[in-house]
Structure formats: structure tokens, C-alpha cells
């Protein structure tokens, strides 16, 4: 289980990669062309990478408490997807929306694949119950 919990969390940084991409390539990071500030996204990125190093370490050397530490730093990452989910919702219905083309604030968000975000929030919650329960050693 801990092996699986390795490879979703390595697909779920490969969509995280490419929205992060993205949403730099598309100027996200200067101020105003995003609904994401630079602080949340590479929180989220910063806090995850520190996991995922974590949970190989703990696949090298086994030791419970690294499972543990980096499962609790997995939460304040899902919050933030959480957050950043909640705010591209409305630049995603906005481009897919009609008159969208009129107006409507052309944010870096507003170019993530769907199938990447969705992929993403779904490997997202995989890792994280993997995690979970090889933490508790199921």
C-alpha cells in the first residue's frame, strides 16, 4: 500500500506540475491575473514536495513517525487544493460560458485542462487515504 501511496502521489505532482506550468507560462504569478495568490499555490506546491520526500524516506527506512508527519502535512495541502478548486470552479464556468469571450477577466487559472484538475483532485484523495492508512497500518 505504501508503494501505491508513492505512485499516486508522483501522478497527482505530474497534474500538479503541469497546472503550475501553466498557470506560470500564463502570467498567474504577476499581480491581478489570477484569482490564486503566489503564496497559496506554491504553499500547496512547497508543502507537498516536502511530503512526498518525506514518504520516500519513509519507504527507505520505515519508520512510522515519517508516515505520519508526512500524512499531517498532507492535510494543509488538501485544504489549499480545496481553496484553489473553489476558485477556479467560477474561471472554469466563466470560459465555458457564452458570452464569456466579452469582458471576462482572462486569469492563468482560467487554462487548466479540466481532465488535468480533475485527475489531479482525484489522485489527490487517493495519496491521501493511502497514506492514511498505511500511517495506521492497515
Do not use: C
Not at 519507504?59 to 502535512?73: P, R
Not at 464569456?100 to 482572462?106: E, F, L, T, V, Y
Not at 481532465?115 to 500511517?135: C, E, P, Q, R, S
Amino acid at each position: 500500500m505504501a508503494v501505491a501511496a508513492l505512485i499516486t502521489w508522483l501522478v497527482t505532482a505530474v497534474g500538479g506540475f503541469v497546472m503550475l506550468g501553466t498557470w506560470i507560462a500564463k502570467g498567474g504569478h504577476r499581480q491581478g491575473n489570477s484569482h490564486f495568490p503566489p503564496a497559496m499555490i506554491f504553499g500547496h506546491f512547497g508543502l507537498a514536495a516536502v511530503g512526498l520526500v518525506l514518504w520516500i524516506i519513509y519507504l527507505v527506512i520505515d519508520n512510522d513517525t515519517i508516515a505520519w508527519i508526512a500524512f499531517i502535512l498532507l492535510v494543509p495541502v488538501a485544504l489549499l487544493g480545496f481553496t484553489m478548486l473553489a476558485r477556479w470552479i467560477p474561471s472554469y464556468r466563466a470560459r465555458s460560458a457564452a458570452g464569456s469571450a466579452s469582458g471576462a477577466q482572462d486569469t492563468a487559472e482560467k487554462h487548466f485542462p479540466v481532465g488535468v484538475v480533475g485527475g489531479h483532485g482525484i489522485f489527490a484523495v487517493a495519496t491521501a487515504v493511502l497514506v492514511l492508512l498505511t500511517a495506521i497500518g492497515v
